[in-house]
């Protein structure tokens, strides 16, 4: 088993950055690909970003390609996400997760392959 948890999280102001962590606990996760997704209230979850385990590609939503960047810690892993010029849209509960068993953006998007995820932390966004 793997636990996750999410920290980082807080209110900003419009323009400003936070930068989210994920550390996990119980089972080595360095091979592991990990995903950042995210859920304003009343909305589905969405992806956001992820990283592969194998080659540390990175893939990104439209949305936030060019303000957020995602990262592995190998002493610590799985990673972070900086998060910047940040808008209130991006106001949301953040998750990160972490599966092993697929390779590629088409896979990489779809919250339902990730096999461990933290509880979120909140990210709020003010104008």
């Known amino acids: 088993q793997v636990q996750l948890v999410e920290s980082g999280g807080g209110l900003v102001q419009a323009g400003g950055s936070l930068r989210l962590s994920c550390a996990a606990s119980?089972?080595?996760?360095?091979?592991?690909?990990m995903g950042w997704f995210r859920q304003a209230p009343g909305k589905e979850r969405e992806f956001v970003a992820a990283?592969?385990?194998?080659?540390?590609?990175?893939y990104y939503a439209d949305s936030v390609k060019g303000r957020f960047t995602i990262s592995r810690d190998n002493a610590k892993p799985p990673g972070y996400l900086q998060m910047n010029s940040l808008k209130p849209e991006d106001t949301a509960v953040y998750f990160c997760a972490v599966q092993r068993a697929y390779y590629g953006a088409y896979y990489y998007t779809r919250g339902s392959l990730y096999n461990y995820w933290g509880q979120g932390t909140q990210v709020t966004v003010s104008s």
């Open positions: 119980g089972r080595t996760v360095s091979s592991y690909a």
């Open positions: 990283i592969s385990g194998s080659d540390n590609s990175t």
